[in-house]
């Protein structure tokens, strides 16, 4: 049974009727035949190696510029790389066509700043550090606030590593275009407070680090610090010491000038240029650059401070060790933080720092805790560095005490141990100056030594002019510091004995110090027998004080003046017994300073025979130019 059922189930299954539904549609017959058909292409495209591009520019892989700024906005990472890289390439091939298609380059590159992969944004940097110093400032000025505006979007980027780089670029852009990107400082500057805020918004004021710069490594923070030194000194340059060294000594500094100064000695060119007296534009926007890079400076001491001081606290501990290496970061630290006060202070104060400060006072209390910093270890570039640090604090000393009338007892207590240092360091002991002090620490300590003698009492006035007297002597005679310490003290001679008072000047001139002033007035003629012709900057200065002693001041008495005229012989011509005439440097001297030489005899008083003598000698062997010749002829 179960068998004849299974076969009558296969025998209808051969007949099986199919029933149609509605929607669906009809099967297929079983022997019917498939036409439908697919077809596929290879796409091959052409490969620029091989194509004809003579009329155009390419770069060594015979791309053209069009071709990688397209590379530029491929997804693929590897293929923007390749394009910034033959995009270099095809500057470096092309140079005239930087200038040229300036445009296009920029724009279509700036936008890698926010790149998410770390090497393109490398390669990027690389090829704007290779690029852009080959541009003027002008030419890159009207690209600059694109690039800066997504320089400021990687400072505030998500990503740790696009916020790093950002300052890379920045610092690019500030060394090519200095004046453009300091223009757009209110844009960049509050990146710079969100990248370096330790305020996290607390109502009472408290310094919690905010999460963003506590996870900050050394490294990082040093990097971001660097930057943000670089683009404040940039941006207060207005403000910014003059090139001239000496720039705390000018006129204007020292006190306000009378009108008859302003006649007979302008500190500025035009100074009467707002009158408009010829018809020229009196419209001065000098003045108003200055007062809002002031407040601007003011503001960013205010938002880096917190910041600055919490860095300080906690890389200052590394001086209790003992033992600090030049590359110790805390080290690299404590010195980037004093750089960065150092800017906002020489451009938020003139001379002196006000005592309703809330920040530098209090830092200053905080640096004299362990001042004068101090290290075991013996390492001469962490001893450069631990100068620097001392000096620039001796100079935040100076800007603090010439801001009170009166220094409070703990200041008064800095201010001595200040002192000290400063009579330290210009120690002159055989081989320690040489050593320790180099020229560019030199330079940084003249101001805070000329704030402090101006502020200090008689007695501490006298023992620091006197340290840099007896610096002068001993500096080494091809030194730059040479020519800038005996411009220093020729100015305070000059401002101390002229003939006229100088309006405002302080007064040093103590009975011992005009002793000392006159002995080393005295001596310059010995110095410029030394220096001969080895250093024609000091030489120059030397020539320039004794002729200013000998027309303005009143320093030398008749017997200084007699001793001052047998030494100037020795300059031109002198008889030795035994050997005959025996010329000085004069011969050697360039025709501006033989002048100058001359005009010092010419203002002596009642000059000597011998002196007369000794200068006809020099002028009949030296074969000097006409106008020489004639001053000489008046002297003798």
């Given at each position: 049974?179960?068998?004849?059922?299974?076969?009558?189930?296969?025998?209808?299954?051969?007949?099986?009727?199919?029933k149609?539904?509605?929607?669906k549609?009809?099967?297929?017959?079983?022997?019917?035949?498939?036409?439908?058909?697919?077809?596929?292409?290879?796409?091959?495209?052409?490969?620029?190696?091989s194509?004809?591009?003579?009329?155009?520019?390419?770069?060594?892989?015979?791309?053209?510029?069009k071709?990688?700024?397209?590379?530029?906005?491929?997804?693929s990472?590897?293929?923007?790389?390749?394009?910034?890289?033959?995009?270099?390439?095809?500057v470096k091939l092309?140079?005239?066509?930087?200038?040229?298609?300036?445009?296009?380059?920029?724009?279509?590159?700036?936008?890698?700043?926010?790149d998410?992969?770390?090497?393109?944004?490398?390669?990027?940097?690389?090829?704007?550090?290779?690029v852009?110093?080959?541009?003027?400032?002008?030419?890159?000025?009207?690209?600059?606030?694109?690039?800066v505006?997504?320089?400021?979007?990687?400072?505030?980027?998500?990503?740790?590593?696009?916020r790093?780089?950002?300052?890379?670029?920045?610092?690019?852009?500030?060394?090519?275009?200095?004046?453009?990107?300091?223009?757009?400082?209110?844009?960049?500057?509050?990146?710079?407070f969100?990248?370096?805020?330790?305020?996290a918004?607390?109502?009472?004021?408290?310094?919690?680090?905010?999460?963003r710069?506590?996870?900050?490594?050394?490294?990082?923070?040093?990097?971001?610090?660097?930057?943000?030194?670089?683009?404040?000194a940039?941006?207060?340059r207005?403000l910014?010491?003059?090139?001239?060294?000496?720039?705390?000594?000018?006129?204007?500094?020292?006190?306000?000038?009378?009108?008859?100064?302003?006649?007979?000695?302008?500190?500025t060119?035009?100074?009467?240029?707002?009158?408009?007296l010829?018809g020229?534009?009196?419209?001065?926007?000098?003045?108003?650059a200055?007062?809002a890079?002031?407040?601007?400076?003011?503001?960013?001491?205010?938002?880096l401070?917190?910041f600055?001081?919490?860095?300080?606290?906690?890389?200052?501990?590394?001086?209790?060790a003992?033992?600090?290496g030049?590359?110790?970061?805390?080290l690299?630290l404590?010195?980037?933080?004093?750089?960065?006060?150092?800017?906002l202070?020489?451009?938020?104060?003139?001379?002196?720092?006000?005592?309703?400060?809330p920040?530098?006072?209090?830092?200053?209390?905080?640096?004299?805790?362990?001042?004068?910093?101090?290290s075991?270890?013996?390492d001469a570039?962490?001893?450069?560095a631990?100068?620097?640090?001392?000096v620039?604090?001796?100079?935040?000393?100076?800007?603090?005490?010439?801001?009170?009338?009166e220094?409070?007892?703990?200041l008064?207590?800095v201010?001595?141990?200040?002192?000290?240092?400063?009579?330290?360091?210009?120690?002159?002991?055989?081989?320690?100056?040489?050593r320790?002090?180099?020229?560019?620490?030199?330079?940084?300590?003249?101001p805070?030594?000329?704030?402090?003698?101006?502020?200090?009492?008689?007695?501490?006035?006298?023992?620091?002019?006197?340290?840099?007297?007896?610096?002068?002597?001993?500096?080494?005679?091809?030194?730059p510091?040479?020519?800038?310490?005996?411009?220093?003290?020729?100015?305070?001679?000059?401002?101390?004995w002229?003939?006229?008072?100088?309006?405002?000047?302080?007064?040093?001139?103590?009975?011992q110090?005009s002793?000392?002033?006159?002995?080393?007035?005295?001596?310059?003629p010995?110095?410029?027998?030394?220096?001969?012709?080895?250093n024609i900057?000091a030489?120059?200065?030397?020539?320039?004080t004794?002729?200013?002693?000998?027309?303005?001041?009143?320093?030398?008495?008749?017997?200084?003046?007699?001793?001052?005229?047998?030494?100037?012989s020795?300059?031109?011509c002198?008889?030795v017994?035994g050997?005959?005439?025996?010329?000085?440097?004069?011969?050697l001297?360039?025709?501006a300073?033989?002048?100058?030489?001359?005009?010092i005899?010419?203002?002596?008083?009642?000059?000597?025979?011998?002196?007369?003598?000794?200068?006809?000698?020099?002028?009949?062997?030296a074969?000097?130019?006409r106008?020489i010749?004639?001053l000489?002829?008046?002297?003798?």
């Amino acid at each position: 049974m179960p068998r004849a059922s299974k076969k009558k189930q296969k025998k209808a299954e051969d007949f099986k009727k199919v029933k149609l539904k509605v929607g669906k549609k009809k099967a297929p017959a079983s022997n019917a035949t498939d036409t439908s058909f697919t077809a596929r292409a290879i796409v091959v495209s052409a490969q620029s190696i091989s194509a004809d591009k003579r009329a155009l520019l390419t770069n060594s892989r015979n791309h053209t510029l069009k071709e990688l700024l397209a590379q530029l906005r491929h997804y693929s990472v590897v293929t923007r790389r390749d394009g910034i890289a033959g995009l270099e390439d095809f500057v470096k091939l092309h140079p005239a066509a930087l200038r040229a298609e300036l445009g296009p380059i920029v724009e279509a590159s700036v936008r890698l700043i926010i790149d998410a992969d770390a090497g393109v944004r490398r390669q990027l940097l690389r090829l704007y550090t290779v690029v852009l110093p080959e541009l003027e400032p002008r030419e890159l000025a009207p690209f600059v606030p694109l690039a800066v505006a997504f320089t400021c979007s990687a400072m505030t980027h998500i990503a740790e590593g696009i916020r790093a780089d950002a300052v890379r670029f920045l610092d690019v852009l500030a060394d090519t275009a200095p004046d453009a990107v300091a223009q757009l400082a209110p844009r960049v500057l509050p990146g710079f407070f969100s990248m370096l805020d330790t305020t996290a918004g607390a109502a009472d004021g408290s310094t919690d680090a905010n999460a963003r710069t506590a996870l900050l490594t050394q490294a990082s923070r040093l990097a971001i610090m660097r930057s943000c030194r670089k683009f404040l000194a940039v941006c207060t340059r207005p403000l910014a010491p003059a090139a001239d060294a000496l720039w705390f000594m000018a006129p204007s500094r020292i006190a306000p000038a009378t009108p008859a100064e302003l006649l007979f000695f302008p500190d500025t060119s035009a100074p009467f240029s707002a009158l408009n007296l010829f018809g020229e534009a009196a419209t001065d926007s000098a003045p108003a650059a200055a007062a809002a890079v002031r407040t601007q400076s003011v503001v960013a001491l205010a938002r880096l401070f917190p910041f600055l001081q919490a860095t300080w606290v906690e890389a200052v501990a590394v001086f209790s060790a003992g033992r600090i290496g030049a590359d110790d970061l805390s080290l690299e630290l404590c010195a980037q933080v004093m750089l960065i006060l150092q800017v906002l202070w020489r451009s938020a104060y003139t001379d002196a720092i006000s005592p309703q400060d809330p920040y530098l006072p209090a830092f200053l209390h905080q640096c004299a805790v362990l001042f004068p910093f101090t290290s075991n270890d013996g390492d001469a570039a962490a001893e450069d560095a631990i100068l620097a640090l001392n000096v620039r604090v001796c100079e935040l000393a100076a800007l603090v005490r010439q801001g009170m009338a009166e220094p409070d007892v703990e200041l008064a207590r800095v201010l001595r141990r200040v002192i000290r240092f400063v009579l330290q360091t210009l120690d002159p002991k055989p081989g320690r100056v040489a050593r320790t002090l180099r020229h560019e620490h030199f330079v940084e300590l003249l101001p805070a030594i000329w704030r402090l003698a101006r502020c200090a009492d008689r007695k501490d006035a006298d023992r620091l002019l006197t340290a840099v007297m007896r610096y002068s002597s001993v500096c080494p005679l091809s030194s730059p510091s040479k020519a800038l310490c005996i411009r220093f003290l020729a100015r305070i001679v000059d401002a101390q004995w002229a003939r006229q008072p100088v309006h405002g000047a302080p007064d040093l001139a103590g009975s011992q110090l005009s002793e000392l002033a006159t002995a080393w007035v005295l001596g310059l003629p010995k110095l410029l027998w030394q220096l001969r012709d080895r250093n024609i900057n000091a030489s120059a200065a030397a020539a320039d004080t004794l002729r200013m002693v000998c027309q303005r001041t009143r320093l030398l008495d008749e017997t200084s003046a007699d001793t001052l005229q047998t030494s100037l012989s020795t300059l031109f011509c002198v008889s030795v017994p035994g050997k005959g005439p025996v010329h000085g440097p004069f011969r050697l001297y360039p025709p501006a300073l033989q002048q100058t030489v001359l005009e010092i005899v010419a203002c002596c008083p009642a000059r000597s025979p011998r002196l007369a003598q000794a200068v006809r000698a020099a002028i009949a062997t030296a074969a000097p130019a006409r106008g020489i010749q004639v001053l000489a002829a008046e002297i003798g």
